[in-house]
Structures are given as structure tokens and as C-alpha cells.
């Protein structure tokens, strides 16, 4: 590739864009300049991510391409671009300039490259254009980002210092149920690192520092990436918004600590806002942000000591500088109506702040990522030494806790709910109050907590009742109130709203008329709705319920109270009316926003079953929700006719995995939901997903039978397929042709047998062990995921191997390519190889799909113009179905062609035998760098990257539309 080193300017476009891209590099080369483009100046054969970093490290300067397609809203450089530009240093790159083409909107920028000065270009007026970068590129070259400035500037630290001051100790008296010491112990609750889509470089350093495996504190992951972005996410009383406050006073005082320097470090000034309030800002205020939403609530707080204006100049020039972390709480408690504005709103923030920190919280269930920069990160379950930690604050004998420990350990159920924090505070609260057993239903602790809280049980013995009610009223009252609100927003809610409220409720007003401060008689008498700061004039500050978990369980009582006929109209005007509107996520993600209410209300029926069959009439979803959540699943029901299973969707599928442990019952259940969907093609690939994912493949015959063969699974007869022990000989002949060095020299290898998936990991399986699906060419699951890296395909196999019970992993580099031979020794598996132009090899049309024949009517499909001399002529390419074309004689699919399908190995030297040598067991040689190796080719390669014995390679953390992977699992010890 000595060619590569006289380019200076490297042109980055998608590939939809190669038109626009050769029309640039032309002019410049008649600037005078020297253009490179990857589809002109790679060789055949040249691994694509090293002669991209080749291109860059011989370029003075990066023309980014950018152009506004119809079929599209954005663009995104290539992963190989945007992972050598984070490493300026070893590419030695100076300068990178977006080119908008034909006015693309400043917004159309991809991630990174906001900061960045664009050059416009106007519709076929690519000299100007071609002129400015050779000027630019001809001069001294200057650091992509410059750094961010490390003192504060004067103007800024009186401000800084009071914002920090007041966030410091805003949350110490916040009320909750758990003790100061007990809130700091919840503070480091462990969470997992999802594997998902990071920069190249920022997911390296992470993966670098350690924090790849089972659990970390939260503070350390973002110490370690002090510009990520990040979702956390939780189930009811995980500790989603426990952390964040504990994780801003700490970094506040951090920050007070270093003011005094006048120097602050990256991430140090919290900004921490409710997205529930900043929903309600932005209906009045479209300008709104995190910013201003943070300032007012100081300024609502009588915190006058600086203006408005002043706070909010210093907390912006935080974010500019990086020194700012952005902590957004509570996505799933948006109004439906706003969540997709809130969502475009968080992408907006997340693109202006560039160099800051910025975490999202939200619920598991109903869950959808603000945007594709975001890392997830899951809170996990308190760990048995964490439970006894949590129980220990709360003063109780060490007797009892012993003997909570112990029935804990004895009940399944109590095993999930002690591992929630809130549900465990719970239980603590109880124990306090009684030595009885301890509930085993989470219905049944809320409730009995709920009794003592009416009670003022709290905080001791209770005082003089300021409302002047009973108990029973008390809890009549706060149902009508808690179910009123949650139809109206999530809060906090003013003191006004909530003396509307119960004025107005006709089961209650009348108890309150003579009171002058509702919210605060209720405040006094339980302990159940609370002032969000004490500290300052209780009208000007918010109020909240304790919890909204308590919230939830109390609006299930009053819909209780009213009967099963009123809850389920109450159900279908959450179908149809005021509280569900047509947005972009459809109408099941609004489940999420009352899941737990119709989980409470489905667990307080005698018979839930009659109840949640009249609710799956008008809401599918929700009835399943809440049937999920019974004591036992009843797995009788999911076989019988009570619940409506034409509904079945991915979030279904993944529940079902989820609650019902029986296998055997749950395959029965899947071909039942098979059945009640043979029409739908896309559930048809999860149901059979789903199979797979729990290890029934035996089912399947079944479901064909039942749907009609086959072809609508995206199974093709069987998914796996075994590899017998055996010797072969790897690498490919000295004269083969199209071959390269890099693939020999031959060598002998003996390998153990193995089972093999039959085809490439769909997207309907990644999704369903994953809950999300990262491909470009989605809307068909029988498709080959991509765009996943090989840090992901090793996170999925470890989430197989965890459903399935078996060791599931990558195929090493040797049984790779042992299996795609399948015992035959020519260039493919179906014989030798004749290339008649670039893609043009009939004897790889009946095996593989490649760039010849991967022609595709895909909405996101590529320009095809840039692949040579194709087989048949297609304009727009894209992956296809997997299992359409002919297997290897050991039944295996798309071993060549699709998607290129990463390996275990890192990539190696291959050392020449020594005479007489035995095989290799497998092949083994010095490590060549943390590059891992891919093979196969894929649905947009030349016809000689696919053959049997071609070797590419790739960073573990990079990602492709034409790379995915293939499992390998042992085969089952046979019985005795």
C-alpha cells in the first residue's frame, strides 16, 4: 500500500454518497490537490480497516462528506474513519473538515464533528470547494479539538460556587424511605455495561481500564469515559434516581474542593433535572434544556444569592469546557404525547454537549434508547452481602436479620424482591414493626406498608392528625389523588395542583373543604406525599409521592374500589383515549407508562384471570404485562384461550423467556403463539428466536408444520448443524488463484468435534436474547444481524450460553474454516473458482450472496455503483435472508457471502511447518496486535474475498454493515 502515503486529503462519505465523492476528488485533483477514496485506492484484496487507517495516516486533512439523501435524516462516518480519528496520534492527521453538500442543514453534522467550522457546497459547485481544501491542506495542520480549557474564568466562580454549595447538600433531607446511612450505602449500587455501540477508541480505553465484566460502580465507569453517554436503567426501586442524587452531591463537593484552585476537572458540576419537569417546560417554552429547567428550580427555591442569568452563563460554560455531567432522571415518566419531542430534545442535547458526561434514567419495561450514541447500562440486584448491608442501617437485631436472610434464601420469590433496594427498605420497614413472616407477594409488602404509612407508622409514634380522618379515608383519599395525577404528568406537581386535585375529586373533596394546606396535612399525618426541598417555603417548592412505586399501588386500589367492569373502561380509554396518542414508538410502549398499575390491580383480584381477559381485548400487551407478574405464571392460561396472543411482538417474547422457567411449557406456549401469528412473518422469526435462544430446537419441526414450512422461521431445518472430529488442511494452495500470501502458508490441523449455528446470527435472535437489534437492514428478522462488534458477539454468546445452559461461544479461525470446507479442498466448498470480472463469479451465485448478486429494494440499501463489474446488474445492495442459498455438505449456510462472521482468534502469523510436523491443535502463532480475524465475505465484497480460505481482520471494537457472526457450541455429552 506504498501508494497511500502521497494522498493528503482523504475523502470520508457514505457509500450512498460515491458519486458526489469521486465529482470532489476530481475537482481537487484538478485543484492540484491529491484526493484518496476507498473505492478508487484500495487494492483487491487489501483488508478494508487497514487500508482506510493507511489512507489517513498519509493525509494532511479529511474532507467529510455530508449530504441531506431523501431516504435518510443523517449520516455517520465510517467506523474505521471515526476510530482513526480519535487516535490523532497514531495517524498523525491534522485537520478534519465537514463538507455540506447542496445545504445540508448544520444538524445533519454526524457525532463528533460538531464543533467543527463546515464548508458549504452549493448543487454541483465543487471547484470553490475543491480549491479551499487544497489551500487548507496545504497549510500548517491544527488539532481536530482543541483542548477545553482547565482554569475557570473569574467571571464564572462566585455563581459555580453557589450552585455546587446548594447541590452538595440539596439531597441530604430528602425524604425517603431509607435512612441517610442506608441512601449512601445505595449509592454504589453495581451496574452492568451493556455491549452496545461506543466510539471505537472510547469503548477501547474502557474496556482497557478494567471495567468489562459482571458489575461496577456507576462513578467508576464515568470517571472512566467523562464524555459517554449513557442510559441507566432499573425496575421500580432499583436505585435509578437514588444514584443520580448521590452521584451529584459527591461530584458537587469534588468540584467546591477544586474551585479553590480555580481549576476543575472533567465531569465535576452536576446538572441534574427531572425530564418529567423539563416535558412540562418545553410545552411553554420550546427552547427549554437541562439548563434552564436546573436554574429555575434553584431560583423557585428562594436560592436568590446570584441572578438567573449569571447561573446559567456559568453552568453553560461548564458544559462547553467538559466539566459539566449532565444527569437527565426519570425517561419513563414523560407524558406519552411528549415522549417523542423529549426524545428529539435529548439528541439535541447530547449533539451541543459535545465534551460533557450525560446519563438517562428509565424503567426496564417499555424502554427505548434516546438516540444510538448511548452506552446501556443495567442497575443489578443487590447481592445477599448487599442486602444484609441495607438491613443493618435500619437498627434491627441481628437475630432478625439472620432470620430474614434465612426465609429469604428459602423462597424464589423473596430472592427477586430482596434484591430490589426499595422492595428490600420494605421488608426492613415490617420486620421493624413485627417478627412475622415476612409477605411473599410484592403486592401484598406494598400494601402492609401502605397501612402502617396512613397510620404515621414512619417516623414512630404518630401525632395529633392534622387532616382530621381516619386511616381508611386517609388511604381512600391518596388513591384518588395518586390515580388523578398519574393521568395528568408524572410531577413534581405545586402545592396548587395537588389542592386542585383533591378539591375536586368528588369521592374526597368534601373531606378537605375546611383545610387550609392540603398537601402539607398529608404531609404531617403519613409521610406519603412530601415536599422535595425542606429547606425552603414548601408553596415554592415541588411535591412528590414517597415513592412512585407506593404511588402506582395506590391508584390500583382505587381503580380496585370501583370494580372490574370500571377498571377495564378505564383500560380501553388508555387504549383510545386522552392518554394514548399516536407517536412514534406505537401504541405498546404506553404499557410502560401504566404496567405497574394493572400489575398491583391484577394481583388485589380473586380471579385475575376473568379480569385480565375482558383488559387483553382492548390491550394485549398490558394483560400480559400484568399476568407476568402473578405469583406463579400460569402457564395453563397461556395455552388455553384467555389471552389474546396475536399481539406477539419482541418485548413479548422476551417476557415469556423471562417469567416462565419451565421449558418444556414455555415451547408449548411459543408454538401456541406460532399459531395465533402464521401471518405475521416477523413474529414467526422471534417466536423461533425464542426456541433457539432456550435451547428447544426440537420444537421447530413443529411450529414449520404449523406456519406453513419452513422459509417464514429463518431456521432453515435445523439450527445447528455437527462438526465431526477431524484433520484438514488449512490455508490455501501456492497456486490458487486469487490468492494472497496471507494465507498460507498450509499447514495440518486436528480439531475435536462441535456443533455449529447453520446460519449467521439473525436479527430476530440477537434481538430477542438482547432486546435490541443494532442491523442497518432491519424490518425482516430472517436477515444476518451486523453492524456488531466483536466485544458483542462475545456478550451475546455468554447471554445464549446463560439461556441455554450450554458453552456457547465465537468459532476459533481453524473450525471456521474446517466447517465452511466441509472435507473439500477447492477455493469454495462448491468447487473451484472462476472469476470473470470483479463481482462476477457464477460459481458462487447458487452459495453465497456477495457483490455480484446482493441486489435489494432495502429502504436502506447502498448505492451499487461502486462495485465492479457485478454479476447482475442491481443499483442498491443490502444483506439478504439467511438459508436461501445452497449449504455445505454439512449443512451450514452462508458461510461465504452475507456477512463476514467474526472469529475468536486475534489475528496471527501463520509460521511454515517444520518437516514431519503433527497437526496443530489448533493453529497457533506469535500475536500480531488485538486486531481479531473475520471471515466469509459478505454481500457487498468481491467475488475473491469469498472463498474458503481468505483471512481479513478488524479492532474488536469495530463495526460494519456487512460484518456479523456465527456461534459455536459443545456438543452434549452423550447419556450413559
Known amino acids: ?213 459482571p458489575g461496577r460502580p456507576l462513578d467508576d465507569l464515568l470517571r472512566a469515559d467523562p464524555k459517554g453517554r449513557w442510559t441507566l436503567q432499573g425496575d421500580p426501586g432499583a436505585g435509578k434516581t437514588t444514584q443520580l442524587r448521590h452521584l ?18 472533567p465531569a465535576r458540576v452536576p446538572i441534574f433535572a427531572a425530564l418529567s419537569v423539563l416535558d412540562l417546560r418545553l410545552s411553554a417554552r420550546p427552547d427549554a434544556d437541562a439548563v434552564t429547567v436546573a436554574v429555575e428550580d434553584h431560583a423557585a427555591r428562594a436560592l436568590t444569592r446570584h441572578p438567573a442569568a449569571a447561573l446559567e452563563a456559568a453552568l453553560r460554560w461548564a458544559i462547553t469546557a467538559g466539566k459539566a455531567l449532565v444527569l437527565l432522571d426519570g425517561f419513563d415518566e414523560v407524558r406519552p404525547e411528549s415522549v417523542a419531542a423529549v426524545r428529539a430534545h435529548i439528541a439535541l442535547i447530547e449533539r451541543r454537549c459535545a465534551e460533557t458526561c450525560l446519563v438517562v434514567t428509565s424503567r426496564r419495561f417499555g424502554y427505548v434508547s434516546p438516540n444510538d450514541q448511548f452506552g446501556e447500562l443495567e442497575i443489578l440486584p443487590l447481592s445477599p452481602t448487599r442486602q444484609r448491608e441495607l438491613l443493618a ?51 401484598a409488602l406494598y400494601r402492609a406498608v401502605l397501612g402502617l404509612l396512613v397510620r404515621g407508622r414512619l417516623g414512630g409514634a404518630p401525632g395529633p392528625a392534622r387532616t382530621g380522618l381516619g386511616p381508611d379515608d386517609l388511604r381512600i383519599a391518596l388513591g384518588e389523588l395518586a390515580l388523578a395525577l398519574l393521568q395528568d404528568h408524572a410531577g413534581p406537581w405545586t402545592a396548587d395542583e395537588l389542592d386542585h386535585h383533591l378539591r375536586g375529586l368528588p369521592a374526597t373533596g368534601p373531606l378537605f373543604e375546611s383545610l387550609d394546606d392540603v398537601p402539607l396535612a398529608l404531609e404531617a399525618d403519613t409521610g406519603l406525599l412530601v415536599a422535595l426541598d425542606r429547606r425552603f417555603d414548601r408553596r415554592r417548592t415541588g411535591w412528590r409521592f414517597l415513592h412512585r412505586s407506593l404511588m402506582e399501588c395506590l391508584a390500583a386500589e382505587a381503580l380496585h374500589r370501583r370494580g372490574d367492569a370500571a377498571a377495564r373502561k378505564f383500560a380501553v380509554r388508555l387504549a383510545g383515549g386522552k392518554w394514548y396518542a399516536p407517536w412514534t414508538w406505537g401504541r405498546d410502549e404506553q404499557v410502560g407508562r401504566w404496567a405497574e398499575v394493572y400489575c398491583h390491580l391484577a394481583a388485589m383480584m380473586r380471579e385475575p384471570q376473568v379480569f385480565l381477559r375482558g383488559i387483553a381485548e382492548v390491550h394485549p400487551r398490558l394483560a400480559m404485562r400484568a ?126 468435534g462441535f456443533e455449529m449455528g447453520t446460519t449467521p446470527v439473525t436479527q430476530a435472535l440477537y434481538a430477542v436474547v438482547t432486546g435490541r437489534n443494532p442491523s442497518r437492514f432491519t424490518g425482516d428478522g430472517r436477515r444476518p444481524v451486523e453492524q456488531v462488534s466483536w466485544d458483542d458477539a462475545v456478550a451475546f454468546c455468554a447471554a445464549l450460553g446463560v439461556l441455554q445452559e450450554r458453552h456457547v461461544r465465537l468459532p476459533t479461525e481453524a473450525e471456521w474454516e474446517y466447517a465452511c470446507r466441509a472435507g473439500t479442498t477447492t477455493a469454495t466448498y462448491a468447487g473451484p473458482l472462476r472469476i470473470l470480472g470483479a463481482n462476477n463469479a457464477p460459481a458462487l451465485d447458487a452459495i453465497a450472496w456477495y457483490g455480484g448478486n446482493s441486489g435489494s429494494e432495502h429502504p436502506e440499501a447502498y448505492d451499487a455503483s461502486s462495485l465492479v463489474e457485478p454479476q447482475y446488474a442491481h443499483k442498491r445492495a443490502a444483506s439478504q435472508r439467511v438459508g436461501q442459498k445452497r449449504p455445505n455438505g454439512w449443512g451450514l449456510y452462508d458461510m461465504l457471502g452475507n456477512v463476514w462472521e467474526w472469529c475468536q482468534d486475534e489475528v496471527h502469523v501463520v509460521e511454515a511447518p517444520a518437516p514431519g510436523e503433527a497437526p496443530l491443535v489448533p493453529p497457533a502463532g506469535p500475536a500480531a496486535g488485538s486486531d481479531r480475524v473475520i471471515r466469509g465475505g459478505a454481500w457487498d465484497s468481491d467475488a475473491r474475498w469469498c472463498r474458503s480460505a481468505f483471512r481479513n481482520w478488524g479492532a474488536p471494537g469495530g463495526r460494519d454493515v456487512g460484518l456479523g457472526f456465527r456461534l459455536v457450541r459443545a456438543p452434549r455429552a452423550p447419556r450413559p
Not at 451529584?248 to 474542593?257: G, H, N, P, V
Not at 434491627?396 to 434464601?409: E, H, K
Request: overall charge negative; hydrophobic content about 50%.
Open 393 to 443: 442501617h435500619w437498627d434491627l437485631p441481628a437475630a432478625r436479620v439472620d432470620g430474614i436472610m434465612a426465609q429469604v434464601a428459602g423462597r424464589p420469590a423473596l430472592q427477586e424482591m430482596a434484591g430490589n433496594p426499595f422492595v428490600l427498605t420494605l421488608m426492613a420497614l415490617l420486620a421493624r414493626e413485627s417478627d412475622a413472616p415476612l409477605p411473599t407477594r410484592r403486592v
Open 627 to 752: 399476568l407476568m407478574s402473578l405469583d406463579a405464571v400460569p402457564v395453563a392460561d397461556l395455552l388455553g384461550d384467555e389471552i389474546d396472543l396475536r399481539a406477539a411482538d419482541l418485548a413479548l417474547v422476551r417476557l415469556l423467556i423471562e417469567a416462565v422457567p419451565d421449558r418444556a411449557a414455555l415451547a408449548r406456549a411459543f408454538v401456541r403463539l406460532a399459531e395465533a401469528n402464521r401471518q405475521n412473518g416477523e413474529a414467526l422469526a422471534l417466536i423461533a428466536a425464542g426456541l433457539v435462544a432456550i435451547g428447544r430446537e426440537d420444537t421447530l419441526p413443529a411450529v414449520a408444520r404449523a406456519v406453513g414450512g419452513w422459509a417464514r422461521l429463518g431456521v432453515p431445518q435445523a439450527a445447528w448443524a455437527e462438526i465431526p472430529a477431524g484433520e484438514y488442511v488449512m490455508g490455501s494452495p501456492d497456486d490458487e488463484e486469487w490468492r494472497f500470501d496471507w494465507e498460507g502458508p498450509q499447514r495440518r490441523v486436528r480439531l475435536d
Open 1 to 213: 500500500m506504498a501508494h497511500l502515503a502521497a494522498r493528503s486529503i482523504f475523502i470520508a462519505h457514505d457509500r450512498r454518497d460515491a458519486a458526489h465523492a469521486r465529482a470532489l476528488a476530481d475537482a481537487i485533483t484538478a485543484a492540484g490537490g491529491a484526493p484518496w477514496l476507498d473505492a478508487t485506492h484500495l487494492d483487491y484484496g487489501d483488508p478494508i480497516g487497514e487500508g482506510i487507517i493507511a489512507g489517513l495516516r498519509g493525509a494532511t486533512l479529511v474532507a467529510a462528506l455530508i449530504t441531506r439523501a431523501p431516504d435518510r435524516q443523517s449520516w455517520c462516518l465510517p467506523e474505521e474513519v471515526a476510530r482513526a480519528i480519535d487516535r490523532l496520534r497514531e495517524t498523525g492527521l491534522g485537520r478534519v473538515v465537514p463538507v455540506l453538500y447542496d445545504a445540508a442543514p448544520p444538524d445533519a453534522l454526524p457525532y463528533g464533528l460538531y464543533r467543527l467550522k463546515a464548508l458549504p457546497v452549493a448543487r454541483d459547485t465543487w471547484a470553490a470547494a475543491a480549491a479551499e481544501l487544497v489551500r487548507v491542506a496545504g497549510g500548517a495542520p491544527r488539532p481536530i479539538d482543541e483542548p477545553p480549557p482547565t482554569d475557570v474564568p473569574r467571571a464564572h466562580v462566585a455563581a459555580l460556587t453557589a450552585w455546587l454549595d446548594d447541590v452538595a447538600h440539596r439531597f441530604d433531607d430528602v425524604p425517603g424511605l431509607t435512612p441517610t446511612a442506608s441512601g449512601r450505602c445505595l449509592s454504589t449500587l453495581f451496574v452492568r455495561l451493556d455491549q452496545r455501540a461506543l466510539d471505537g477508541g472510547g469503548r477501547e480505553a474502557l474496556m482497557g481500564r478494567g471495567l468489562r465484566g
Open 248 to 265: 451529584a452531591m459527591d461530584r458537587a463537593r469534588e468540584a467546591l474542593a477544586e474551585l479553590e484552585s480555580g481549576r476543575l476537572g
